[in-house]
């Protein structure tokens, strides 16, 4: 028996008292083969016969093609395919939110890395060899780079569908109100990149029937699918994708990177296509994290309380629209942090402009918003001589509040809780190291630092984003549960890519069946969507849907198994793998329960609904919220601009631990990439040129970077409507460490710091400062 | 249909395609050479001079535990021991190899199911997409046979050449210290006299 049904969250009852599985710290089961190597990553495939495929980029930032020579690459010895625009049998282009981005470039190139051209070939040298071989003609012309410019309307269309992507304006409560203290700013973040280990990779297989397999690591399954069924002019159910390890994500693959390159390698040459990017490649190949400007107005009245927050938001979009959309959004309903702001005046753009295409990065357009309010929190402290964690919990939004947006803040909101636990954790003893050369000082194993020139600093920050998709956005998820031959098989598209998803869906069956007997299917597009892996929403979404089907499943069990016996199934109940009555006249194997039939029930689970904002930015446009907050501890040589992030502590908003050690993998890793993006890590790009598309020269932390993380408190108050009570606890990490390093580097340097990444040059040869950080 | 690795070799010429591609070994850039892998002895005929360690154990010996994360030796992730000594096999020319014992992640272990650092990395939450779990444990094992008992600093320093992105390596320090401290107390067992002076063959 097979139904389709739909599971509205709203539906989900309260959160259950914990299972022996759920709450636990259950291991991932595929940790065995992941320590062993035998863990087949998207790059590990292999196939008989298969070809390397490789891409030819624009070296150009922003060029005419006026020509394409592909002879001498066609005629080199074991090349197999060369394709380029005219190859494209479908649609041209494709997009997650617009189709704006053309599979090949052909008569104008917009950004350094853009698809040219592809070869297939019997060697990756060769392919590589190939590439170089063709001849493209360029005609470089002058790249829109900067995004002021690009949102000035005289300047000319870098693209057809224009420069500005998106506008939103908020306008919340009375414009013209005013308060007492006013501080003004101007924030700017740089271009992160979110440089997971594996690099994109893929399989492609080429089927008989015309249509072909791809084994690729990604974070939406359907959604790639989609865009490379339209490119390939084939029927979806002509393009199988297949989840294939995958080596992070972080964002960086939402978008289709290789999916139609490679696919249409393989149907060109009837032979399977094997394609991994060069890190270089992978740099250029993918969306990075919006860089932001951001110019903010707060106006406050004596006792501290927000009376108004005016700002401007303009966020680059680099050549390609990507989810920029969405995450625009994101950047204006968050624009004033979680504490109450009565009025707002609000004005958010996304540009496209000649630079690289930026897309999503954990966050999501709520870390750059939170570097600016966050810096802006700390001036109004100055301003009004308050204490800075003071002043935020004036502030600190509570349940029943209203948004900036006119939304009511409906679920758990533990705003002011997780500010006092992260602020009353203890400090790390001590200061800076004071015997010269060691290794904790700032620029650590180089022993540079004077020690008597070495400061410590303290900085504090909370930040907030929604969870799961919004505006009014179709997001679901779906799961099956088969039971068949007694044992119980769980299907999700739910890409793992690395959070720990795959042993959620374990403990969540575990604990509807009571056994650990369950097999969960590789992930793949044989059943429905499941949403993307992004969003903080896949232990809600697809943890829901999971739960749904495998109750369901349990509730047709039990129905068979009542009519088999004669009985109703009120009386009956699944316990430790088999199905007992309450009498104990019945106690039997799930197999035999199921007299031979097998049972398989879907379901497609749905959160709330959400609304787009209107023309003024108001709307109830999203479902949930997660918080969290960050105090980080550094030390700052003064003279050589370098420093050492000590420790940060934080208290997150989580609902309900589900598997505490995967929670905590979370957080630290999400602070790793906040203190990243504070003080190293930039995609450096010069006149539309990335300069640094290496790890030689993308720097992110190592083992030695990395502060201590301290998790002051789990803060678990389960939100109403979602499944276990759980929130989605992988982006909260990133949003506001980033602004609490800045913060503690400007209260150990005195200086003013307005942009991130902090480079050292912006200490050492800044000049000194008197007292406050004014604008 | 599709295994991790593979055993063949990838660029032997297509015949049917290729009917005037003169005979492989006869190319003045190719090479044949042996490797001698976990014990193991392979030989490798008519392979391109330049390819490196890394893509001959992924590629031709279908040993794809090594990974490809950076293939410039910033990140580590196909760490393997040459001659007992840690290196980036991206970085080591295949050709250059011959002659030498080299030891990849599937080497560790000798017959164990699991090394004491391979159960530390699961049961602490070390692990999370993975990519750079393989270098990281033959890192450990380097670490540890060298320096039984590293201080948290010389942990952090002796891994900064592996780089992760998933879990900022809170988890995994827990994991060389858990492993540390087990091989630790087992040698203070074994010789309480000599506590930690020496580490026992296999042990954990």
């Known amino acids: ?775 | 249909m599709t295994t991790a690795g593979r055993a063949d070799q990838p660029d032997q010429p297509d015949q049917p395609d290729q009917p005037d591609q003169p005979d492989q070994a006869d190319q003045p850039d190719q090479c044949s050479y042996t490797l001698s892998v976990n014990g193991q002895e392979h030989e490798l005929r008519g392979a391109w001079m330049g390819e490196s360690l890394l893509y001959v154990l992924r590629n031709r010996l279908g040993l794809p535990g090594a990974k490809n994360a950076c293939e410039q030796g910033e990140c580590g992730s196909c760490s393997v021991l040459v001659d007992g000594e840690l290196v980036c096999s991206c970085l080591v020319l295949a050709a250059t190899a011959g002659g030498r014992e080299i030891v990849t992640v599937e080497g560790l272990g000798a017959g164990e199911r699991f090394t004491d650092v391979q159960v530390a990395f699961t049961e602490t939450g070390a692990v999370q997409c993975g990519f750079c779990t393989p270098g990281l444990i033959v890192t450990v094992h380097d670490l540890l046979e060298r320096n039984p008992r590293p201080s948290e600093l010389e942990i952090r320093e002796a891994i900064s050449g592996n780089l992760c992105r998933c879990t900022g390596y809170g988890r995994i320090l827990e994991a060389v210290e858990t492993v540390r401290d087990a091989r630790l107390a087992a040698a203070s067992r074994a010789a309480p006299v000599a506590a930690g002076a020496t580490r026992q063959e296999g042990a954990g």
């Open chain 1, 1 to 775: 028996m097979t139904t389709v049904s739909a599971v509205s969250s709203t539906a989900v009852a309260p959160a259950r008292v914990r299972s022996a599985s759920l709450g636990t710290s259950r291991k991932r089961p595929d940790g065995g083969p992941k320590v062993k190597g035998e863990f087949a990553f998207s790059s590990d495939l292999w196939a008989e016969g298969a070809l390397w495929g490789k891409v030819l980029r624009s070296p150009h930032p922003a060029a005419r093609i006026t020509g394409i020579d592909t002879s001498r690459a066609r005629n080199l010895p074991g090349v197999k395919a060369v394709l380029v625009a005219d190859d494209v049998p479908g649609n041209p282009f494709f997009g997650l939110e617009m189709k704006d981005q053309p599979v090949f470039a052909s008569d104008v190139a917009r950004y350094m890395g853009e698809a040219v051209a592809a070869v297939a070939a019997d060697h990756p040298e060769v392919a590589r060899k190939a590439a170089e071989l063709i001849e493209v003609t360029y005609e470089p012309i002058d790249p829109l780079v900067d995004p002021e410019r690009a949102l000035d309307p005289v300047t000319p269309p870098m693209h057809p569908m224009g420069n500005t992507v998106r506008h939103i304006s908020v306008r919340h409560g009375d414009a013209v109100a005013s308060g007492d203290v006013v501080v003004e700013g101007t924030y700017e973040v740089g271009m992160q990149d979110q440089a997971f280990m594996g690099p994109e990779s893929g399989l492609a297989i080429p089927d008989e029937d015309g249509g072909v397999d791809l084994f690729i690591s990604t974070q939406w399954l359907h959604v790639d699918r989609d865009q490379v069924a339209d490119c390939l002019a084939l029927p979806p159910d002509k393009v199988r994708l297949h989840l294939a390890g995958v080596g992070g994500a972080f964002g960086a693959r939402e978008d289709v990177s290789l999916q139609v390159h490679i696919c249409l390698l393989a149907l060109r040459t009837g032979r399977p296509v094997k394609m991994v990017f060069s890190r270089e490649e992978s740099f250029l190949g993918h969306v990075h994290r919006h860089p932001a400007r951001m110019s903010y107005r707060h106006e406050a009245d004596r006792d501290g309380r927000i009376v108004k927050i005016e700002a401007k938001i303009l966020l680059d979009g680099g050549a390609y629209a990507s989810s920029s959309t969405a995450v625009l959004a994101n950047a204006a309903c968050f624009a004033g942090g979680p504490y109450l702001v009565p009025n707002a005046v609000i004005d958010a753009d996304v540009v496209r402009t000649n630079n690289p295409p930026c897309g999503a990065m954990r966050g999501f357009g709520a870390v750059q918003v939170c570097h600016a309010y966050e810096a802006q929190m700390d001036k109004l402290a100055a301003a009004l001589g308050m204490d800075p964690v003071e002043l935020r919990l004036r502030n600190a939004l509570q349940p029943g509040d209203e948004l900036l947006t006119g939304q009511a803040l409906t679920g758990a909101a533990p705003v002011a809780e997780v500010i006092r636990r992260c602020a009353e954790a203890p400090l790390p003893p001590g200061g800076p190291a004071d015997e010269p050369g060691s290794m904790t000082l700032p620029g650590g194993a180089g022993r540079t630092a004077d020690p008597t020139r070495v400061r410590r600093g303290i900085g504090f920050a909370v930040g907030f984003k929604n969870l799961m998709y919004s505006e009014g956005f179709d997001d679901y998820s779906t799961a099956r549960c088969r039971i068949e031959h007694g044992i119980v098989t769980v299907f999700s598209a739910a890409a793992e890519v690395g959070q720990g998803l795959v042993t959620l869906v374990e403990q969540i069956a575990e604990d509807v069946f009571g056994t650990d007997k369950i097999i969960v299917a590789p992930a793949d597009t044989g059943v429905g969507s499941a949403g993307s892996t992004s969003a903080s929403r896949q232990t809600w979404m697809s943890g829901g849907a999971v739960d749904a089907a495998c109750r369901k499943a349990r509730d047709s069990l039990l129905d068979l198994a009542a009519r088999r016996h004669g009985t109703v199934a009120a009386v009956l109940e699944v316990r430790e793998g088999r199905v007992v009555s309450f009498d104990g006249e019945i106690d039997e194997t799930i197999e035999e329960a199921t007299g031979g039939a097998a049972i398989e029930e879907t379901v497609e689970f749905r959160h709330a609904p959400t609304f787009p904002l209107d023309e003024r930015g108001q709307g109830d446009a999203h479902v949930s919220f997660a918080f969290a907050a960050h105090r980080a501890v550094v030390d700052v040589d003064l003279d050589l601009g370098l420093v050492k992030v000590v420790e940060v502590t934080t208290a997150q908003d989580v609902g309900r631990v589900l598997n505490p050690v995967q929670v905590v993998g979370q957080i630290e890793g999400g602070i790793a990439q906040g203190v990243g993006l504070a003080v190293m890590e930039e995609i450096l790009v010069d006149q539309g040129l990335v300069r640094n598309a290496s790890f030689t020269d993308y720097l992110i932390p190592t083992a030695l970077d990395m502060p201590l993380v301290q998790i002051a408190a789990l803060v678990e108050e389960p939100e109403p409507g979602a499944p276990f009570g759980a929130k989605g606890v992988g982006e909260p990490p990133t949003i506001s460490s980033t602004a609490a390093v800045a913060a503690a580097v400007r209260a150990a340097s005195g200086l003013a710091l307005t942009r991130v990444p902090i480079r050292p040059e912006h200490i050492a040869l800044a000049a000194p400062r008197q007292g406050e950080a004014g604008s």
